[in-house]
């Protein structure tokens, strides 16, 4: 089974910027999309950004749109979330997640993906 573990979350000012990492356990890192979802107190989870498995793709929610940017390096099996000009509203637990390896670039619902990590607390202050 694939484990994936997230980190890089904190207390952050409104306008800063944090940088979140999830790391990869096993082989097939490079065969999957991979995406951040992410979940505020009393909301549902919600997309965040995907990328395809060579990272030539990227895709986010238009909440997040010019201010967040996702990478990968498959070489070290590792995804990033780039957050710059957070909000309040950015508040949540973030959640990586790794796809199904199928080739098939399905990225924003949860079922579109396998694995889970158990998410990383980003809090930004007003």
């Known amino acids: 089974q694939v484990q994936l573990v997230e980190s890089g979350g904190g207390l952050v000012q409104a306008g800063g910027s944090l940088r979140l990492s999830c790391a990869a356990s096993g082989r097939t890192f490079s065969s999957r999309t991979m995406g951040w979802f992410r979940q505020a107190p009393g909301k549902e989870r919600d997309f965040v950004a995907a990328i395809t498995r060579s990272g030539g793709s990227t895709n986010s929610a238009d909440s997040v749109k010019g201010r967040f940017t996702i990478s990968r390096d498959n070489a070290k099996n590792t995804v990033y979330l780039q957050m710059n000009s957070l909000k309040p509203e950015d508040t949540a637990v973030y959640y990586c997640?790794?796809?199904?390896?199928?080739?098939?670039?399905?990225?924003?619902?949860?079922?579109?993906?396998?694995?889970w990590g158990q998410g990383t607390q980003v809090t930004v202050s007003s």
């Open positions: 997640a790794g796809g199904d390896a199928s080739g098939i670039y399905a990225y924003s619902r949860q079922n579109d993906y396998l694995y």
